[in-house]
């Protein structure tokens, strides 16, 4: 069972910055894929940004070139560095790992909220 860690919500101006991180339980080397989701209140949760263990990327739109994700292998944990976010960021974001075996697990998720 692979247990997640998230850190690093809270709350933010608009136009500002904030980074969430992921650690994971177990090595690296058995994760195919770490990311976060979002979801907003009374919205289906989305993809924010994924990133596979070769280094692969994957963003939705609405976050492309505001949005960063990384990882570092030494520790299994996930970053995702938030800039110039906005209103419509805010939302519950959640920690998502799939390993090679295509099963899936979840962080408790960690509250972003955007305002001023």
């Known amino acids: 069972q692979v247990q997640l860690v998230e850190s690093g919500g809270g709350l933010v101006q608009p136009g500002g910055s904030l980074r969430l991180s992921c650690a994971a339980s177990?090595?690296?080397?058995?994760?195919?894929?770490m990311g976060w989701y979002r979801q907003a209140p009374g919205k289906q949760r989305e993809l924010g940004a994924i990133?596979?263990?070769?280094?692969?990327?994957n963003y939705a739109a609405s976050v492309k070139g505001r949005f960063t994700i990384s990882r570092d292998n030494t520790k299994s944990t996930v970053y995702l560095q938030m800039n110039s976010v906005k209103p419509e960021d805010t939302a519950v974001y959640y920690c998502?790992?799939?390993?090679?075996?295509?099963?899936?697990?979840w962080g408790q998720g960690t509250q972003v909220t955007v305002s001023s």
């Open positions: 990133i596979t263990t070769r280094g692969s990327t």
């Open positions: 998502y790992v799939r390993d090679y075996s295509s099963r899936e697990y």
């Open positions: 177990v090595s690296i080397f058995s994760i195919y894929a």
